[in-house]
């Protein structure tokens, strides 16, 4: 395993007792990182600290959906640790799978409100941190289904195919200050967020991976490390593809 220098980082990580986003937290602290979960299950924040049982992890309960609580526990976290160096969107859901013609309203603003409107929520509110020590690494977590559109998700797709595109703004506003931002794409890998999902839409996603499987958390983990260390001091504003040959652009 290539080790990635992020000692004496203070990283918050999105969604991060589970999936996708225990398995950065988990390299992050073997990398040197003190790192915050932001998690609204209590529960499974507690089973990561656990697991990964260091005094470099600690978490908060956090709805990333609403942003006066955004604010509030980023002026913790500043407080308690003297600032904030890399913040991780990965939080988010899949939602249900059906029809554009079929999809029920309520359901749609569900996901785009997690998935696109919290991360415009945590990057807006983190910004202004990382200027003030003009440094930080922000890295999103999008889809290749943001790129490519799959079939009865469509809210997911458009959702993930807003952070690109945040992404590629913020970036760009930021390129002149010691901040990059960039998001990664993967294919699907076997986490919780299936529970969301039919089999038949898995079954879909797997079939359009041309290497005939799923993504793992551990490959995405190292991916999001690089990006989030002082060896990338060029990339921003860019799209990094983890999907075992589906990205076609």
């Known amino acids: 395993m290539i080790n990635f220098d992020l000692k004496n980082r203070v990283a918050i990580v999105t969604g991060g007792a589970q999936g996708f986003g225990l398995a950065i937290t988990k390299r992050f602290i073997d990398s040197g990182a003190k790192v915050i979960i ?5 529960e499974e924040a507690k089973k990561a600290l656990n697991k990964i049982n260091s005094k470099n992890l600690s978490y908060q309960v ?7 609580t955004i604010n509030k526990n980023l002026s913790q ?3 308690s640790h003297g600032k904030i160096d890399i913040f991780i969107n990965n939080a988010g859901i899949t939602g249900m799978n059906a029809t554009v013609a079929d999809y029920p309203i309520v359901e749609w603003d569900k996901v785009i409100n997690l998935n696109l409107n919290a991360v415009f929520y945590c990057c807006k509110a983190v910004v202004p941190f990382m200027k003030k020590n003009n440094y930080g690494r922000i890295v999103n977590i999008a889809s290749i289904a943001g790129k490519e559109g799959n079939p009865n998700a469509s809210a997911y797709s458009a959702s993930k195919a807003g952070v690109i595109g945040l992404t590629k703004s913020l970036g760009k506003e930021l390129a002149q200050n010691n901040i990059a931002v960039n998001c990664v794409t993967p294919a699907a890998a076997k986490t919780r967020i299936f529970d969301q999902m039919t089999e038949e839409h898995i079954n879909y996603m797997l079939s359009k991976i041309p290497r005939n499987k799923f993504a793992k958390v551990e490959e995405l983990a190292s991916l999001v ?3 989030s260390s002082e060896e990338n001091s060029f990339s921003t504003a860019a799209v990094f593809d983890l999907s075992g040959g589906r990205a076609t652009y």
């Open 62 to 68: 956090v709805d990333v959906s609403n942003s006066d």
């Open 77 to 79: 976290v500043e407080s």
């Open 38 to 42: 932001w998690d609204i299950d209590e």
């Open 225 to 227: 490390t690089w990006l």
